[in-house]
């Protein structure tokens, strides 16, 4: 028997849709020149029980030694065993207007061969930006959140990903990050997902709120807002922005159906509707099975006994019968229609993708 499918509804049908519609501007865009700095660093992380890099890693032999040789301590490179020691690259994003002192999570991820980052620490490690200046230095206790434990018999369990970790509060700023949001008297508005509509009324709204002209679409992507007299000064302008962030648009959505073919997982947009159509679909099923049956010779005649397996194929055709659907108006009449196949869910995906084929959903289909 097949179990029927499950569409996750974007929007909850119960309210009406005008309150989901409303939104206020910093959740639908941002301020240009408010942008996160990415920083990236090389360093080292010790106090491993056995799981550091080998002696492949070449450049995590040359590391240490550098860095002993810093501390006053010769080593010959072909004497340093690394087991406790593995090679890592280090992240970390800086929000925008983030100043010196400013604590930051940082995300250690295995460069050699390492089989596990369990309880180790992260030696100091200096971070850059794509400016190749330093603006952070990180250091401290590795979290995984999971282990990876090897017996010497072979035997391995292994819970979540090892090789990959975090130190919280891992990096202290060590230099301001700057950020210029005025452009002349002139505030850009980005908007994270561009729409000739939502655009439109963002202006409308900023135009509505202040009184004047002050707001005008650049395109589809970006509103330009000039700064009024009233807020020229300094201690003035972070006020207008936040009362121009606070301000709520009514957004306009795309009909998108997200699928994703590896859960099969299907989301369904508010907007999706389907136009009549006729389905028919039905489901082909092959089972083979080899069972293994034992040949034993008789008693003296100096034969072997061998195993000769047994294959039985069994091939099964589900019944398909022809629906027809009418205008489908809303998520839910979509859901109501398609449930009465009967399908599971990687049937729903062969069947939207379907449906698309024949142009008769209004849906932007979008594959992960």
């Known amino acids: 028997m097949m179990n029927k499918f499950l569409i996750i509804f974007v929007t909850w049908l119960t309210l009406a849709p005008s309150l989901w519609s409303q939104q206020r501007i910093k959740d639908i865009a941002s301020i240009k020149g408010v942008e996160d700095r990415r920083l990236i660093g090389y360093g080292l992380i010790v106090g491993l029980d056995g799981t550091g890099d080998g002696r492949k890693s070449l450049f995590t032999v040359q590391a240490v030694t550098n860095m002993l040789s ?16 593995a090679s890592v690259i280090v992240t970390a994003t800086v929000p925008g207007f983030s100043t010196r002192g400013m604590q930051v999570d940082v995300t250690v991820s295995s460069l050699g061969d390492a089989s596990s980052l369990e309880g180790g620490l992260l030696l100091m490690t200096p971070l850059e930006g794509i400016d190749g200046n330093v603006y952070a230095h990180a250091q401290g206790p590795v979290s995984l959140g999971g282990f990876n434990v090897q017996t010497d018999a072979g035997e391995r369990v292994r819970k979540n990903y090892t090789l990959v970790g ?6 202290q700023l060590v230099r301001d990050v700057h950020s210029t949001i005025l452009q002349g008297n002139t505030i850009g508005i980005a908007l994270r997902d561009p729409d000739f509509t939502s655009v439109s009324r963002m202006v409308e709204a900023i135009n509505s709120n202040f009184g004047s002209e002050i707001a005008s679409a650049k395109n589809a992507g970006e509103v330009a807002v000039q700064l009024p007299s009233d807020f020229q000064s300094a201690d003035k302008q972070i006020g207008f922005i936040a009362e121009l962030e606070g301000l709520q648009i009514e957004t306009d959505r795309t009909a998108r159906i997200v699928i994703n073919e590896r859960t099969g997982t299907v989301v369904v947009g508010e907007h999706v509707k389907v136009r009549p159509v006729a389905i028919a679909h039905g489901n082909l099923n092959i089972e083979i099975r080899s069972n293994p049956i034992v040949s034993q010779p008789g008693a003296f005649s100096g034969g072997q006994t061998v195993v000769v397996p047994q294959t039985n194929t069994t091939v099964t055709s589900e019944d398909s019968r022809l629906m027809v659907i009418e205008n489908a108006a809303n998520v839910k009449d979509v859901a109501a229609a398609l449930n009465t196949l009967g399908v599971t869910p990687r049937d729903l995906i062969a069947i939207f993708q379907a449906l698309k084929r024949a142009d008769a959903i209004n849906a932007e289909l979008i594959i992960m």
């Not at 810093?70 to 020691?85: M, S």
């Open 70 to 85: 810093r501390l006053g301590i010769t080593v010959p490179a072909e004497d340093i065993r690394l087991k406790n020691v």
């Open 166 to 171: 975090r130190v919280p509060n891992g990096a």
